[in-house]
């Protein structure tokens, strides 16, 4: 007799709480859809050598391969017959299960180019799938709700904007309480650490990590690790840094004359800050609540193919559960 | 240069398509809800040895497991470790995905039954797949859009009527034409062919596979065959499975009077016309137009585990597609 069950790290719902994720469901597709996003749904395997062709590190660790029964014995024999000496790596399957909406999509833009009208917005609403350790908290299986603009060649910043008026849009009517978009910019961050002398964005990452650790350190021991051995800035750099990302605004004129007071730098730098301002100007003139939105030069997003603009959002009560809905604009995905 | 593309047997749609296609899943979904069916979703892989262990045959050699990066890498060394000796079964994967959506309804059931009340009537749309060999109209991933009612004892026959009421709302709300619901009961089936001394069913299904090559080989054809060495049936015999099989009813009276015409047979024979008759009224009753429904005797799926009403739906206009709606009522699914 065989129990009947789950498997480890998915979710799965009685009919009543199937009912309200289904209506949250509808509520985020609905505004999506009113702000002009189109539909798009992808298969949930991509061809592997597709799929991994953009992707590395952690997350290509964490693929599901899929291999129906007929081709599974056929790789087992393969592998037999090829003996202790070959790599699980030769005979990779032919199917992945995507582990974003991202890559499918830069897959899908440039397979279908010629029958998309540009800047293309679509929405997407799947599950993903990621081969992680079971463990609390972390999901094998997951929805994600994306919105993306993608742009043929220059796309306007005004798209920032309107992105962050539809994530208004989508908590508002959520109604899971008091949320708050947190703000900044890759340019505007780059620009500042390439002007104290850090200009490897890895290195910038592994400061950001460190910086990260003052709630529960302390400053005293921040500011030890980042002048002592490994890092070696100085003192006034990493007063200056810690000045930095302790940026918060409240309000919309508060968030602008934070933005006047960073003084001018390098042309990055000033280029983050121009456009920071930009978007803080529109999403004023969207009628994005000035409440709901701040600057917070913290936010980095891992620094990896962002380019522009990055946000997070937080809910105002439960800053623990970290951020709720994040992105940003990058260039050259495909 | 990995040329971006989906792998076979799969569908994506641009934008204006995949626009029309969740009109058409959510016309299907309302009319669920409508009816009073509840939400479900699973997850999209089942523990392996939860879901195999209900089916077998064709089925099982299309699933499709899924394997985490690190547990490939495993699973290889340890096919290489056991040697040419090692049968692929023993390695068999931890998951694998749901190719319909019974099998994890029946696991659902199983696995939440002390917090769901019965009867049970739940929808579910979600893809499931199967390792199909890539060819023309075959695809491995599709959409299933199921409503079952889960009785814990016996089950009122209302419920079949319902069902076909929920088909009838569906197909006239999508506006795709003209369609039929054709109706049987496998206990009429299964009594008829018992009387004329058929009793196995693996043995039925033979004779109605050949009975299916009326339209392309003609009634000689198939009356040699079944009178002839494997068969061996008295010419008797077939014409009286050929009558049999070719009643279709026009209209309500007509569908009833059809029935009166059968005569009485075994309990089993009566009991399939006893239950055809009051689901025919009871669709009657609950409005569904007359031409919208009729008795059609050959109707067997399969004659796998269904135990009462049967039924298959075609669209007037396009026979040759076949039926795009089937089902029936099980009974011991768990």
């Given at each position: 007799m065989i129990k009947p069950r789950t498997p480890p790290g998915v979710m799965e719902l009685l009919p009543r709480d199937q009912i309200a994720f289904q209506r949250m469901l509808d509520t985020i597709r609905r505004n999506y859809e009113r702000f002009g996003f189109l539909p798009v749904e992808t298969p949930v395997f991509e061809l592997s050598e597709v799929l991994l062709t953009k992707s590395g590190g952690e997350t290509e660790r964490q693929v599901y391969f899929a291999q129906s029964t007929g081709a599974l014995a056929k790789a087992a024999d393969g592998v037999t017959a090829d003996g202790p000496g070959s790599s699980p790596g030769q005979a990779l399957p032919e199917l992945a299960l995507r582990f974003d909406l991202t890559v499918p999509l830069a897959r899908y833009v440039a397979e279908h180019e010629h029958e998309l009208a540009f800047p293309f917005r679509r929405y997407q609403i799947q599950r993903v799938y990621r081969g992680e350790r079971?463990?609390?908290?972390?999901?094998r299986e997951f929805y994600q709700c994306d919105i993306d603009v993608v742009g043929k060649d220059a796309l306007s910043i005004r798209f920032d904007a309107e992105i962050l008026a539809v994530i208004h849009a989508v908590f508002s009517e959520l109604g899971i309480g008091d949320f708050t978009v947190q703000l900044n910019n890759r340019k505007l961050m780059r620009g500042f650490f390439e002007g104290l002398g850090v200009a490897d964005g890895a290195r910038q990452m592994d400061v950001l990590r460190e910086v990260d650790k003052l709630d529960k350190r302390g400053a005293d021991y921040v500011r030890e690790t980042l002048t002592g051995e490994g890092f070696g800035l100085s003192a006034a750099t990493v007063d200056a840094i810690l000045a930095f990302v302790a940026v918060r605004s409240s309000g919309h004129a508060d968030a602008l004359a934070r933005l006047d007071a960073l003084g001018q730098g390098s042309d990055t730098f000033n280029q983050g800050i121009a456009e920071l301002r930009e978007v803080l100007e529109l999403i004023h003139a969207l009628g994005v609540p000035e409440s709901d939105y701040c600057l917070n030069l913290s936010i980095a997003r891992g620094l990896d193919y962002y380019t522009g603009t990055v946000y997070e959002t937080q809910l105002d009560g439960y800053p623990q559960i970290g951020s709720i809905c994040s992105g940003g604009r990058y260039d050259d995905l495909a």
């Open positions: 079971a463990q609390r908290g972390r999901f």
